[in-house]
Structure formats: structure tokens, C-alpha cells
């Protein structure tokens, strides 16, 4: 048997978790002998074969169509997948948005922000007028495991992969989710 596929991308979030997954350091080349690393934000295939893959994991929320095509696009490439982060595992910093309505979150963002000059506007693009809300990977596909943390630990996220790059599901109850 092949050594087990991985592909990883993100979302709405802010790369901290993929940065997190680089912090186990040299143990990434433990890792990288035991899995095939395939599409990743950090690798130059960016998306997951069509054959499919063992494994998927994302980062971040869904906070447009985009996210929701590329969350639907690695549910239906892969085995299991994990959402990695607070951002995937139940919205995070951007869903804060979700206590505005969609119109004053664009106001703030291209209007009203103390680095906008005068001509500042909402662009017109129809992108940015869905989905209303902020959602947690969860409610768009269905997800395996979930990582919470912002970002996870290093630790974590090194037990996680090396406990699925040898066939076995990890133990994410609640010893394993408070690492020293
Ligand atoms: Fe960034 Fe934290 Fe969201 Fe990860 S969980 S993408 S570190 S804000």
C-alpha cells in the first residue's frame, strides 16, 4: 500500500494555522516520509487530484462562493476530511461579522476605514454579496475531525497528521487538546 495522500487549503482565515502545521519544525520531515503531500497553499499543485485523496484539511471559514466551492470540491476529493483551526471548526475572527448585516461590513471595510481616502467605495461585485453570514466548514460539507485552536498547537497538529498518516484516527477528546 501507498503512503496515505494529503492535500490542505484555506479559506477565509489568515494562514496562521498552515504557519501553526510549519512550526513542528523538523519533524515535518518525520511526516513527509510517511505521507504524499499533494495540493497545498504551500506546495505548487493547488488543487486535490480528481482521483482523490486520503486526507483533506482546511483552514479558515466560509465567507463567500469561492470558499464554498473549494470546501465542496475537497469534501468530494477526499476521504476524511478535517477542519483545522477555529476559523473551520466554528467561524472564528471572521465570522464577527455575522453581528452586522452585510451592508455595514462592507460600509466599514471599503468606506469607512480610518485609511480610506474620500473616493472610498463598495465594489461591485457580485462575490461579496454571498453567503449573509460567516460559516463554520461543518454547515457547508460534512467534516471528520475537527482541530479547534487559533491557531492549534504545533503539537496538535503533528499528532493529528502523524496519527492519520498511520491509518489510525486521532483522539481529539480533551487531554489530547490541552498540550503543555
Ligand atoms: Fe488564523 Fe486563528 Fe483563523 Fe487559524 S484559527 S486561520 S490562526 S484566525
Partial sequence: MGKPKVA?????????????LLDIDERIVD????????ATPITDLKHPDESGVDVGILEGG????TNEAVAKMMRKRCKILVSLGDC???????????FFTLEESLRRAYVETESTDSEG?????PELCKPQRVQAVHEVVPVDIFVPGCPPDADIIYYVLSEL??????????????WN
Fill in 165 to 178: 498518516a498511520q491509518g489510525r484516527i486521532p483522539d481529539m477528546t480533551k487531554k489530547n487538546l490541552m
Fill in 62 to 65: 466560509i465567507n463567500n462562493s
Fill in 8 to 20: 490542505s487549503d484555506w479559506l477565509a482565515g489568515c494562514s496562521g494555522c498552515h504557519m501553526s
Fill in 121 to 125: 467605495k463598495i465594489p461591485s461585485d
Fill in 88 to 98: 473551520a471548526v466554528f467561524g472564528g475572527v471572521p465570522a464577527m461579522r455575522n
Fill in 31 to 38: 511526516l513527509v516520509k510517511l505521507v504524499d503531500l499533494r
